[in-house]
C-alpha cells in the first residue's frame, strides 16, 4: 500500500510565524502536491513537484513556497502565516505523469491565530 | 484556464434512494477519475474513466464518461450510511478537482 504521512494532523501557529508542513510518501513517486481545502471551494492545487528540485505553482501559489530535496518528501511552507492561510491542507503523490492516480496523506488542520 | 465544475454541492437522501452526482470540464478531457472523501477523511481514489461513453460499474456506483468527454457522472444506486461523504471527480493533467458533492443519508 502506498503510504503519504504528513508531520502533522493539527497545528496552531501565529500570524507571522514561518511554518513548515511536511510530507513523506515511501512508494518512489515521482510527483508531488500541495492542495489546501475549504469549505464549499474544494480541493486547490497550491504547488506541484514532477522530480526532484522541480516545482511548479498550482492555482493558487500566493504566499506560499515549497522544497523537494529529496524525491520522497515534500516541503509546504508559508514564509509569513496569515490567518486566510487558515485551512487543511492535503498532500498527495502519484507515480508519474501518464500514471496520475493520487494518494492523498490525512491532511494536516492549519490555524492561523 | 481547465475548469471542473460538480453539482450538486449538497445533497441529502433517505437511505435507499438513488443519488447522482454530475461533473462538467471547459475542455476535453483525456480521462476522469473520481475520488471519495469520508467525514474526517482524505481523498481515496475510486475509478478512472478514459475511453469516450465509458460506463464502469462498482457494486452500486455507477461511473459514466460522456461522448464528448467534458462531462461525467457518478449514480448510487440505493443509497446507504456508508455511501455517506464528499465525492470529488479531477480531470486529466496535475489534475483539476471539481469542488465535490456532500452526500448525507438518513437512516
Known amino acids: 500500500d502506498v503510504k503519504v504521512t504528513q508531520s502533522s494532523r493539527y497545528l496552531v501557529k501565529r500570524t507571522g510565524e514561518k511554518v513548515f508542513l511536511e510530507c513523506v510518501q515511501d512508494m518512489d513517486h515521482e510527483n508531488m502536491f500541495w492542495y489546501r481545502q475549504d469549505p464549499g471551494l474544494g480541493l486547490r492545487l497550491i504547488y506541484f513537484?514532477?522530480?526532484?528540485?522541480?516545482?511548479e505553482k498550482g492555482d493558487i501559489p500566493e504566499g506560499y513556497s515549497v522544497s523537494r530535496e529529496k524525491k520522497e518528501r515534500f516541503s509546504l511552507i508559508l514564509e509569513s502565516a496569515s490567518t486566510n492561510q487558515t485551512s487543511m491542507y492535503l498532500c498527495?503523490?502519484?507515480?508519474?505523469?501518464?500514471?496520475?492516480?493520487?494518494?492523498f496523506g490525512a491532511g494536516t488542520r492549519l490555524s492561523v491565530l | 484556464g481547465q475548469q471542473v465544475m460538480q453539482i450538486p454541492q449538497y445533497q441529502h437522501v433517505q437511505e435507499g434512494e438513488d443519488f447522482t452526482t454530475y461533473c462538467n470540464s471547459s475542455t476535453t478531457l483525456s480521462n476522469i477519475q473520481w475520488y471519495k472523501q469520508r467525514p474526517g477523511g482524505h481523498p481515496v481514489f475510486l475509478i478512472q474513466l478514459v475511453k469516450s461513453g465509458e460506463v464502469k460499474k462498482q457494486k452500486r456506483l455507477t461511473f459514466q464518461f460522456g461522448e464528448a468527454k467534458k462531462n461525467s457522472s457518478l449514480h448510487i444506486t440505493a443509497t446507504q450510511t456508508t455511501d455517506v461523504g464528499t465525492y470529488f471527480c479531477a480531470g486529466r493533467g496535475k489534475l483539476i478537482f471539481g469542488q465535490g458533492t456532500e452526500l448525507s443519508v438518513k437512516p
Open positions: 513537484s514532477y522530480d526532484v528540485k522541480m516545482k
Open positions: 498527495a503523490s502519484s507515480l508519474g505523469r501518464a500514471k496520475n492516480i493520487q494518494y
